[in-house]
């Protein structure tokens, strides 16, 4: 299917100012916006005429391609399986309009569908304070309860962030994560598309989570959101996402860019989780900055993808900063998580925590890797890693690549791991009072990381009880 | 109605030895049968295979739970069909509390789409904790961890009590208990004793027949039941010990 427009727009840049829809024949209906397959210059600027992009965003992105082509790929550390991604196979941008509803009732038929199923707008009557529906490429709905938005609360995409409220926009944007950080950064700085754009004015609490869903709908097509919280001094705000996939034969790329920045004093919190189905190759840069006396707590939830690469960090810049990383991992059969944490330190009495948990079923792999950095010239750091493996079949494998630099008299850092295996005699045990084979599974592997799904919100505990139960029934017999 | 061994032959999976050879024993309802027997006897071998531990394989005879046979059965559709097995060495499941275990235990023997009702749950549970002298704190507390050998036990009983299994075997409760322990727990087990259920009680000492009080007594000797008897044949154990029933066994051991 994806061949018929294998040709359609590696013409001239201009032409696309015409011609908007340059691209588009295989799916009229279904995308009105394609930049069709294959990675060059004129698909930044297909992506930046669809969306009337200022120039220096445009420059951005062209900067961003050149960066992404100089550097090899990270085989050198990283799984070779990266070498599997075919970038001139891919589609880098499919939406069906620039902007998102703000009604549920006008989002298109068969989209509304899927984020049905999913929960979406029930949970948004229930407990969130705004939500944002990415499908492909653009968000199809977002909206902020009224309430939120009056307290000067800006909750929308990224492109709306960057033409609407440029003077917040381009103080953080790219500083946190700067575009040659990583090839994949690099990557998506050049055709990003979609995610949050959040600001919260000093003080505001945000009582109830803001969320964004994302979906990847269609296959060879690779989905680059691009997010950035702001959260003002002593402010507070929870953002949750979640992500899936239907599962195709061929390969997926999903590869954000997620930048946090906190200010004097402000808490802020990003929750995850996300059930890529196995073709996805999800490639992700997450960073925050913490100000003087700023909180930054991420919580990274990883079930499903083919490779999962991702280390949310936190650089503690204001004295008092404290940052956190609670991730757990399930690494299916045949899947790859390679997550783990960065906390650098360059702050006095800055303190860190990471506490990581992964479980391998089958031939599924789990990677740790940490990153823990206190100069010398600093006092009174503190960091404190945990990193704990459950191992459930006799093929499946864990493996730890911690680095902790720590230097000076006045700093201080613990490092735990563990690698355990659920036992015959317990599975045993809990068939012995009723329940099956995957059921005991289950309950063990939901007992393993129980303490740490217990900082969930409550829904998304539910939602990670349930696919651990789906993971583990898939996974017996 | 009983559950039934019949000249019952198994060994470890994927080695040779023998260990049950030909056992026979019948546990009626109603009635408390105690095994007795000296170290290597498979007293222990007896009560992995009736639930079907995946360590042994049977060679020869059959098990029938109320006239149908349960070796073709996976464990846990053994104890959903009402076999108990109090553990000598319960394990502990980290990060799953106690109430929610037994709350799943029970969840599986319910209807597809039936859910238990959690007050009625927690009032029963409280109820046999009570009886037990269990602190309400083990609810909360992951199942087994960091419990001492006798709370551990304790559990085990106060599982059964929530489960109501027809036929309850019982594999060296007293192990390791206090004589205060061994009365609490002696005292969950009476409180089950009646017509709908038969208990199987594993032993190693004639302490626990005392509060137990078995109607019949077996003895297991070399993978086969050596002799049975009342209570008495118990305090007789005691004061003679397994010897001269080990003299008696070495003989072809058809009566």
């Not at chain 1, 994302?214 to 097509?221: D, L, P, S």
């Not at chain 1, 099956?436 to 217990?454: C, H, K, P, T, Y």
Request: charged letters at 25%.
């Amino acid at each position: 299917m994806s061949t018929e427009i294998l040709e359609t727009p590696a013409s001239p840049a201009t032409q696309f100012d015409i011609d908007r829809t340059a691209g588009n024949f295989s799916y009229p209906e279904q995308h009105e916006f394609d930049a069709g397959t294959g990675l060059s210059h004129a698909t930044i600027d297909y992506i930046s005429n669809v969306k009337g992009e200022p120039d220096w965003i445009r420059e951005f992105r062209h900067k961003a391609l050149d960066v992404f082509l100089s550097k090899p790929m990270p085989t050198h550390w990283a799984s070779h399986d990266l070498d599997n991604i075919i970038f001139n196979k891919i589609r880098y941008y499919l939406a069906n309009a620039q902007k998102p509803t703000r009604s549920w009732d006008e989002v298109p038929d068969d989209v509304k569908r899927t984020f049905e199923r999913l929960g979406i707008p029930e949970q948004e009557r229930r407990f969130l304070a705004g939500v944002e529906a990415q499908f492909d490429s653009e968000a199809v709905y977002s909206n902020i309860k009224a309430a939120v938005a009056d307290q000067g609360v800006i909750f929308c995409g990224s492109t709306e962030g960057l033409i609407k409220h440029p003077e917040i926009f381009k103080k953080w944007f790219g500083k946190v994560i700067p575009t040659g950080d990583n090839k994949f950064s690099a990557l998506n700085s050049a055709v990003f598309s979609g995610g949050s754009f959040i600001y919260v004015p000093p003080g505001v609490k945000v009582k109830h989570p803001l969320q964004a869903y994302f979906r990847i709908n269609a296959e060879n097509f690779g989905q680059f959101e691009r997010t950035l919280i702001i959260a003002d001094e002593g402010s507070e705000v929870m953002y949750m996402e979640g992500c899936t996939a239907p599962k195709f034969e061929t390969t997926t790329l999903h590869s954000a860019v997620v930048e946090l920045v906190a200010m004097k004093g402000a808490k802020l919190q990003y929750v995850t989780v996300q059930n890529w189905s196995a073709n996805v190759f999800n490639l992700v840069t997450k960073r925050a900055i913490a100000h003087e006396e700023a909180e930054v707590k991420w919580i990274d939830c990883n079930i499903g993808s083919r490779l999962t690469m991702k280390y949310p960090g936190v650089v503690l810049k204001g004295r008092k900063a404290r940052g956190e990383v609670i991730s757990i991992a399930l690494a299916g059969d045949g899947q790859h998580q390679d997550t783990g944490a960065k906390m650098i330190h360059a702050a006095d009495e800055t303190t860190s925590n990471i506490v990581s948990k992964s479980i391998s079923i089958g031939k599924g792999r789990a990677t740790y890797r940490g990153l823990v950095h206190i100069p010398k010239h600093l006092k009174g750091c503190k960091n404190n890693t945990e990193c704990d493996a459950l191992l459930i079949n006799a093929g499946s494998r864990t493996d730890t690549y911690p680095a902790i630099t720590v230097r000076g008299t006045g700093n201080a850092c613990q490092h735990e791991a563990s690698v355990s295996r659920i036992s015959a005699e317990q599975i045993f045990y809990m068939r012995q009072r009723g329940l099956s084979e995957a059921q005991a599974m289950s309950l063990s592997v939901n007992g393993f990381v129980n303490d740490l799904v217990r900082q969930f919100p409550m829904e998304y505990s539910v939602e990670l009880k349930r696919l651990i139960d789906l993971e583990m029934e898939g996974s017996v017999g | 109605m009983s559950l039934e061994i019949k000249n019952l032959h198994a060994r470890i999976a994927g080695n040779g030895t023998e260990i049950l050879r030909g056992l026979t024993l019948t546990i009626e309802k109603g009635k408390v049968h105690a095994i007795m027997g000296p170290n290597g006897s498979g007293k222990s071998t007896l009560s992995k295979v009736l639930g079907g531990h995946p360590d042994y394989e049977i060679t020869d005879g059959d098990v029938l739970l109320d006239g149908a046979s349960i070796l073709g059965m996976e464990p846990d559709e053994r104890s959903r069909a009402g076999l108990f097995l109090a553990f000598q060495y319960p394990m502990e499941i980290p990060g799953v509390s106690n109430a929610n275990f037994i709350r799943a235990a029970l969840q599986a023997r319910m209807p597809e789409g039936e859910e238990l009702e959690a007050t009625d749950y927690y009032a029963q549970l409280y109820e046999k904790m009570d009886m037990l002298e269990m602190d309400r704190k083990f609810t909360a507390r992951s199942v087994n961890e960091g419990f001492s050998g006798g709370e551990k036990k304790r559990n085990e009983i106060l599982q059964m009590l929530m489960l109501k299994p027809k036929y309850a075997i019982l594999d060296e409760t007293d192990s390791g208990l206090d004589i205060d322990a061994l009365r609490v727990v002696s005292k969950g087990v009476n409180s089950q004793r009646g017509a709908e259920r038969g208990f199987l009680v594993i032993t190693h000492y004639q302490r626990l027949l005392d509060y137990i009080v078995p109607d019949e007594v077996s003895v297991l000797v070399g993978g086969r039941i050596a002799m049975s008897g009342s209570k008495a044949l118990a305090l007789e154990l005691e004061a003679k010990g397994y010897d001269w029933i080990k003299e008696d066994a070495a003989e072809p051991a058809c009566a």
